[in-house]
């Protein structure tokens, strides 16, 4: 671990041209579960597993019990940054990042001072009216009950990809362009089994993909330098 904290550090010194992709595991040290660890929401019991209740499918046919998860589980309005997204929006300050490509539909990035980050998944903090596309504050959606309404009808729902749905283009035409152009690609906090997403690391063409995450991923043995630990304590020594 010393020695491959080392090597990061020495190429993080030396780059100006860095791409982070990120998972929910990103934002476990911010105190929001991810999906796969031990106590993330796939080990929590609910009704449904949570794959179904997020799926398109079940919005449709169950909307209030979609609500009830959604208010309960994915968002967390008093979550804050940790050194993680700190030391990427430093890093993007000083002209050594250029993109933050992300998975998670937290803000947390963009809290934390990011200017360039690629939501492949959306983001709870922007709402919007389904039939009439009006758009609503989130609180409209967090703070209320039951299945929140339009004046138009419609029902209002955060602007996130959903299982069975698909992800915008453009940020996926994007992020595979970034990532064919960088010279270090660092993968942190994902299980890399959630696609088409997960499938954006082979587009890189380099020699330095880091690999920092908890558990191991598919990706371990592609890459040139793997970090089992947590991130947040990881880019604290950088
Ligand atoms: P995942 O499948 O739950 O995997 C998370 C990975 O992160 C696991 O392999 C863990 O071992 C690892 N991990 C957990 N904590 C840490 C840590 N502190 N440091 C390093 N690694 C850690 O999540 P993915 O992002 O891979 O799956 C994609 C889903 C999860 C996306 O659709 C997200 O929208 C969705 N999600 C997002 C959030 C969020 O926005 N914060 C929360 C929960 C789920």
Redesign the pocket.
Known sequence: MEQALKTLKNWIDSSNNIVFFG???V???SG??????VD??YHQKYKFPPETILSNTFFRRNPEEFYIFYRDKLIAPNARPNAAHLKLAQWEQEGKLKAVIT????GLHQMAGSRKVLEL?GSVHRCYCERCRKIYLESFVNEGTGVPRCSCGGIVRPDVVLYEEGLDNHIMSESMSLIRDAEILII???????YPAAGLINYYRGNKLVL????E?PADSQADLVIHG???EVFSQL
């Open positions: 998972g929910a595991g934002s476990t040290e929001i579960p991810d999906f796969r660890s993330g929401l998975q998670n539909i937290d998944h942190g906090g994902t299980s890399l089994n959630v920092i995450n908890l558990s991923t947590k991130i947040g």
